[in-house]
């Protein structure tokens, strides 16, 4: 591997709550190559969020370190955290995220219009006919199916063709057909513009689709596959 998109080393998220402290990651140590795809993947409450929301800087490891693009994330205050996301990653949540005042188009322009795109409303629609809404272009998200917010988001993220996409269930409310059209998307934008693909699923078809496959369990790496064998 030379070297790698992402860097995780020791890198660990402890969280206080009402409880007291509790620690969600412990010294996770990874590499992630440029225009790797790799799948996270373990039981529910393993760490497999927190770990992608600690490679996109939208929680700070309290210890170790994460670099991306050789940028120390840690250093990094929220308005460059920001900067840095908006110009070098897309970031699918399971909890979708759109602006509910703004219609599935304009949900989309948001990162290409930020980032400059002159064409931004004409590119948003590219997006959205690709993920199979072109019907839905003025919809609002509460006019939406879960799924369809779904796709929504995922369009967003890949509209700036981002050197990382970190995606959270990215096939988790879409039903089979629709979930290969996404597979196919995701995989489509590693080929054409070597995006970097981190994700997070409970698939076992989208896993199989990736390169690699790390799992957690209680907050650490438990296994890694593979890469698996060329085609």
């Known amino acids: 591997m030379g070297n790698p998109i992402l860097s995780l080393k020791d890198a ?4 206080s709550g009402n409880a007291g402290s509790i620690d969600i990651l412990h010294n996770i140590t990874l590499d992630v190559a440029q225009g790797e795809t790799l799948a996270l993947v373990g039981p529910s409450g393993s760490g497999k969020s927190s770990l992608l929301m600690l490679m996109g800087g939208l929680e700070q490891a309290t210890g170790g370190t994460i670099y991306a693009l050789g940028q120390n994330l840690s250093i990094l205050n929220e308005d ?7 110009n070098h990653m897309g970031v699918v949540f399971q909890s979708f995220h759109l ?3 703004m219609t599935a188009l304009e949900n989309v322009a948001i990162p290409l219009e930020l980032a400059g795109v002159k064409d931004a409303f004409e590119q948003a629609e590219a997006e959205l006919c690709a993920v199979g809404l072109d019907t839905r272009l003025d919809h609002y998200p509460s006019q939406m199916s879960g ?3 779904q796709r929504v988001a995922l369009a967003r993220a890949a509209a700036t063709r981002p050197d990382i996409l970190l995606a959270d269930e990215p096939t988790g409310n879409l039903d089979g057909a629709t979930g290969q059209v996404i597979i196919d998307l995701l995989l489509g ?8 693909i981190v994700l997070v699923t409970h698939s076992s078809e989208l896993a199989s689709s990736c390169d690699r496959t790390v799992q957690l369990a209680d907050g650490r790496i438990n296994m890694i596959e593979a ?4 085609e």
């Open 227 to 230: 890469q698996r064998a060329a």
């Open 99 to 101: 602006i509910p005042t």
């Open 80 to 86: 460059a955290l920001a900067k840095f996301r908006l």
């Open 12 to 15: 660990c998220l402890t969280l």
């Open 147 to 149: 799924g369809e917010q």
């Open 189 to 196: 934008l590693r080929e054409t513009y070597g995006t970097t």
